[in-house]
Antibody
Framework: EVQLVESGGGLVQSGGSLRLSCAAS????????LNWVRQAPGMGLEWLSYISTSSNSIDYTDSVKGRFTISRDNAKNSLYLQLNSLRDEDTAVYYC?????????????WGLGTLVTVSS | IVLTQSPGTLSLSPGERATLSCRAS???????LAWYQQKPGQAPRLLIY???SRATGIPDRFSGSGSGTDFTLTVSRLEPEDFAVYYCQQYGYSPRTFGQGTKVEIK
C-alpha cells in the first residue's frame, strides 16, 4: 500500500522558516517523481513544486520560486520542502504527492498533509 | 493555464446524475486532464486521468470526457459517499494548475 506521511508543520512567524518532510513507503521511492501541493484554509489546491527521480529536474510555481526548495533522499525514502521567508498567505495544509509512473506530472497518490500556520 | 469549473455548487439527491464542467484557458495537449475527489479532512483521490481513463479502483459510475479546452466529469448515479468537492487539474504544462472546485452537496 502506497503511504506518504508528511511532518514538520506548525506555527511560525512571518519571515521565518520551516522544513517539511514526507516519509514514503509501499512503493519503489527512487522510481517516482514527487510533488508538493498546498491548500489554504477553505480554499482550493495549489501545485507548488516537482522533483524528478534523480533530482535532475526541479520545477516551482512562481509564487514560491526563490523562497521554497524541494529535495529528496532516495536512500531514506524521503521528500523535503524547505520553506523560507514565510508570509501570511503561505498558511495552508501542505501535501506530499506522488507522480504517476507513466506520466510523471500526473499525481496519483497523496499524503494526508501537514498544517503550516504563518502568523504576523 | 487557467481552469474554470462550473457550477460552483451542485445540489442533487442520491441516485441522480451529476455533470461537472472544467474549461481551460487554452487547449490542453494530449488531454492531460485529471479529476480528483476530496472529502472534508481527507487528501484528494485521483478519479480520472488523461481526460477519460478511470484510475485504479474507481467505480464505473464515474466517467470523464472532453478534449482541447472543454472537459466533463459525470457521475451516473450519485451514491451517498460521492458527495464531496471535485477538482480538475491539467498536468500538460508548468505550472500544473487546478480548477477552483465544484462542491456536490445533498439536496
Amino acid at each position: 500500500e502506497v503511504q506518504l506521511v508528511e511532518s514538520g508543520g506548525g506555527l511560525v512567524q512571518s519571515g521565518g522558516s520551516l522544513r517539511l518532510s514526507c516519509a514514503a513507503s509501499g512503493f519503489s521511492f527512487r522510481s517516482y517523481g514527487l510533488n508538493w501541493v498546498r491548500q489554504a484554509p477553505g480554499m482550493g489546491l495549489e501545485w507548488l513544486s516537482y522533483i524528478s527521480t534523480s533530482s535532475n529536474s526541479i520545477d516551482y510555481t512562481d509564487s514560491v520560486k526563490g523562497r521554497f526548495t524541494i529535495s529528496r533522499d532516495n536512500a531514506k525514502n524521503s521528500l523535503y520542502l524547505q520553506l523560507n521567508s514565510l508570509r501570511d498567505e503561505d498558511t495552508a495544509v501542505y501535501y506530499c504527492a506522488r507522480g504517476a509512473s507513466a506520466t510523471a506530472w500526473l499525481i496519483d497518490y497523496w499524503g494526508l498533509g501537514t498544517l503550516v500556520t504563518v502568523s504576523s | 493555464i487557467v481552469l474554470t469549473q462550473s457550477p460552483g455548487t451542485l445540489s442533487l439527491s442520491p441516485g441522480e446524475r451529476a455533470t461537472l464542467s472544467c474549461r481551460a484557458s487554452q487547449s490542453i495537449g494530449n488531454n492531460f486532464l485529471a479529476w480528483y475527489q476530496q472529502k472534508p479532512g481527507q487528501a484528494p483521490r485521483l478519479l480520472i486521468y488523461d481526460a477519460s481513463s478511470r484510475a485504479t479502483g474507481i467505480p464505473d459510475r464515474f466517467s470523464g470526457s472532453g478534449s482541447g479546452t472543454d472537459f466533463t466529469l459525470t457521475v451516473s448515479r450519485l451514491e451517498p459517499e460521492d458527495f464531496a468537492v471535485y477538482y480538475c487539474q491539467q498536468y500538460g504544462y508548468s505550472p500544473r494548475t487546478f480548477g477552483q472546485g465544484t462542491k456536490v452537496e445533498i439536496k
